[in-house]
Structures are given as C-alpha cells and as structure tokens.
C-alpha cells in the first residue's frame, strides 16, 4: 500500500538526517549510473535514488575503502557498527543467494533488477529445509530464504564477526550489469537527491 503524505515524508527526512552525518566523510569517486524509483515496487533501473535506504543502523564510521588493499582488492566498503546492529536491504529485490564461508561469513545477496547488494559479516547462521537454503538469526527475529522478495528498508540481519573479519562492521558490496562499483558514489548520490528532495520541501509539510 502507498504510503500517505506524512509518512513519506517522514522517511525523506530520517533518509536525509542520517545520510549528512555520515556520508560527508566519504572519498568520493567518479558518478555512476543511477537507479530509477518506481514507487512502490521500488526497482532500481532507472534516474533516481529517492527510496533507497542507508544499509546499517548505528553506524560509527568507515573501516576500509573500495580499491587496493593491502595486495588484494577489497570489493565493498566496510561500515563499522556495534555488533548486533541491525542491518537494513539498500533496494527492494530477491534473495538470490544465502552464503556461509570463511572470508564473507554469514551473508546474503539481493538482485535489484541489474544491480546486486552483497551484505557479509553477519550474526546467524545458514541452514537448509526442503532443498532450500536460508538465513536464521534468532536472537535477531530475522530469517530469510533464498528466492524471498525482500522491501527497500527491511531488516535483513545484524553486524557480527563472521568470517575473515577483526571487528564488528558490515561489508557492503555492489554490482551494476555483474561489474564491481565502489558502494561510496551510490551514498554520495543517494545523499544528494534525497537530501535536495528533503530540504526543497516547503516548511509545515
């Protein structure tokens, strides 16, 4: 159901508030395509990042950068947050894969028409039932399976330590038509249209 008015914007301004506390401080890199808001099936495709949602709660900062790192190359950006930080879906779209493995740990990854969200380090664990593989975080409340269709916002885990890791964060991975794209242009992006649709608003709504 389309939201009214108020709660709209209400979403608009929480968007707003916590992207200007925490994505100034982001190296930025070239702009990259953006993604369409087709409201409120909300597939990114297209011109607009409005409805798109920061990927954590209680974030304290980033840990490492997309790029060269230390011989290798870290496919992501890592955003610190306490451990048991819950952990929100950056697009409406399907669970294509559940992962549990040594380097991303607990994780998952969702499709958002040619984009793919890859989120590690999660608290849980992977378990299968009837030939389908899901993620269950019971202290959490969350469980999610593959093939779930999951909306723009909704908890889909929690930080924790699994895998390769030396502190509580979330790795947050993005691909766009399966090539890699550094997840600080699509904040940045995110940051200005939402913050720019926000602050035009008129005063009283």
């Excluded at 409340?141 to 895998?163: C, D, T």
Aim: net charge positive.
């Amino acid at each position: 159901m389309k939201p009214n008015k108020f709660t709209r914007l209400v979403r608009l301004g929480v968007m707003a508030i916590l992207s200007l506390s925490t994505i100034l401080a982001i190296n930025l890199a070239p702009k990259l395509p953006l993604v369409k808001a087709s409201y409120p099936s909300q597939v990114a495709t297209g011109s607009s990042w409005l409805w798109a949602s920061f990927p954590v709660e209680n974030f304290q900062e980033y840990t490492s950068p997309f790029g060269p790192r230390g011989g290798e190359f870290h496919y992501g950006l890592d955003l610190a947050a306490p451990q048991g930080s819950y952990i929100r879906n950056w697009w409406s779209g399907q669970v294509v894969e559940v992962i549990a493995d040594n380097r991303c740990g607990i994780g998952l990854v969702i499709e958002s028409g040619s984009w793919e969200h890859i989120y590690c380090h999660m608290e849980g664990q992977v378990e299968t039932a009837n030939g389908r593989k899901y993620l269950i975080d019971r202290e959490g409340g969350i469980q999610l399976w593959e093939g779930q269709q999951v909306p723009v916002g909704a908890r889909i885990g929690r930080v924790g330590m699994s895998g390769r890791t030396s502190g509580p964060h979330l790795h947050w991975g993005l691909k766009y038509s399966k090539q890699w794209v550094d997840p600080a242009t699509v904040l940045r992006a995110m940051y200005n249209e939402q913050f720019s649709s926000y602050s035009s608003r008129p005063q009283g709504y």
